[in-house]
Nanobody, 114 residues
Framework: QVQLVESGGGLVQAGGSLRLSCVAS??????????VSWYRQAPGSQRELVADIRSGTRTPYADYVKGRFTISRDNAKNAVYLQMNRLKPEDTAVYYC??????WGQGTQVTVSS
């Protein structure tokens, strides 16, 4: 079992930055082998993939965040981060961390004001 806790969300003005963290606990050895992803879900919308990071490689970002968001991983801290720059109001959503095929965190709210 892997438990995930996200943090770092909040209210920010358009153009600002936030750094989200996803910290894992439980089966850490297993977690370190997992693909870890950030998803987001806006009110009334489906959950969508933002970015993911695989062990040793990095997969492409969603077009709507490319060039603005950066995903990174620190296995020594059991953490994956999402650095979000040049935020837009349309980035407002609950951001979730996912590990492997089905381990999810509880989400962290990001609100971007115009």
């Amino acid at each position: 079992q892997v438990q995930l806790v996200e943090s770092g969300g909040g209210l920010v003005q358009a153009g600002g930055s936030l750094r989200l963290s996803c910290v894992a606990s439980g089966s850490i050895i297993t977690w370190r082998l997992m693909n870890v992803s950030w998803y987001r879900q806006a009110p009334g919308s489906q959950r969508e993939l933002v970015a993911d990071i695989r062990s040793g490689t990095r997969t492409p970002y969603a077009d709507y965040v490319k060039g603005r968001f950066t995903i990174s991983r620190d296995n020594a801290k059991n953490a994956v981060y999402l650095q979000m720059n040049r935020l837009k109001p349309e980035d407002t959503a609950v951001y979730y961390c996912k590990a492997g095929d089905g381990f999810w965190g509880q989400g962290t709210q990001v609100t971007v004001s115009s």
